[in-house]
Antibody, heavy 120, light 107 residues
Framework: VQLVESGGGLVQPGRSLRLSCAAS????????MHWVRQAPGKGLEWVSG????????GYADSVKGRFTISRDNAKNSLYLQMNSLRAEDTAFYYC??????????????WGQGTLVTVSS | EIVMTQSPATLSVSPGERATLSCRAS??????LAWYHQKPGQAPRLLIY???TRATGVPARFSGSGSGTEFTLTISSLQSEDFAVYYC?????????FGQGTKVEIK
């Protein structure tokens, strides 16, 4: 199993950024996927999750209405569109695999993360 | 939202010794509890799910116990690669929430 995130970087408050996660080594279409973030030196926070067929999607209250999760099973890819970014969104963003097609909400494999820095 | 509280914040242990980490939930999470560890500069790794089931490839020195609101992760004989930060996470109630972490450091 390999999960490789991309798309992080430095962005000004109020701007947008799109993260991607390329998956390999397993049948991507069979599993729910998630984004989990970690502010530098801090703990872990679940951000968003999506079921195998995109039929069930959830967001943390802290990002609801600003972030959108999606997936393309044909491309083995997971995405996170982040709009109206705030300083408090600064974090490493991890792509994480759920052990179920639905959102059990724990994570059996993680990517290495991509850093998003929101600053003027 | 379920609040997960881990103790202690830091645990100083000598290699070869036993380490016991605690995790408490603000309300019952049944056995829907996972443990992860994270080494500096790395992603978290799943160790335990279902409160007591070891994930694939996890050594037998790691064991989990508990149900309801009180959980324990025990490392029977600490190896050098075990010095890391350990997180518990409940997934019984949406959203899944993590504890603040216990750092296991070399004594």
């Amino acid at each position: 199993v390999q999960l490789v995130e991309s798309g992080g970087g430095l962005v000004q408050p109020g701007r947008s950024l799109r993260l991607s996660c390329a998956a390999s080594g397993f049948t991507f279409a069979d599993y729910a996927m998630h984004w989990v973030r970690q502010a530098p030196g801090k703990g872990l926070e679940w951000v968003s999750g999506i079921s195998w067929n995109s039929g069930s999607i959830g967001y943390a209250d802290s990002v609801k209405g600003r972030f959108t999760i999606s997936r393309d099973n044909a491309k083995n890819s997971l995405y996170l569109q982040m709009n109206s970014l705030r300083a408090e969104d600064t974090a490493f963003y991890y792509c994480a695999k759920d052990p179920s097609p639905y959102q059990l909400l724990y994570f059996d494999y993680w990517g290495q993360g991509t850093l998003v820095t929101v600053s003027s | 939202e379920i609040v997960m509280t881990q103790s202690p914040a830091t645990l100083s242990v000598s290699p070869g010794e036993r380490a016991t980490l605690s995790c408490r939930a603000s309300q019952s999470v049944s056995s829907n509890l996972a443990w992860y560890h994270q080494k500096p500069g790395q992603a978290p790794r799943l160790l335990i799910y279902g409160a007591s089931t070891r994930a694939t490839g996890v050594p037998a020195r790691f064991s989990g116990s508990g149900s309801g609101t009180e959980f324990t992760l025990t490392i029977s004989s600490l190896q050098s690669e075990d010095f890391a930060v350990y997180y518990c996470q409940q997934y019984n109630h949406w959203p899944g929430t993590f504890g603040q972490g216990t750092k296991v450091e070399i004594k």
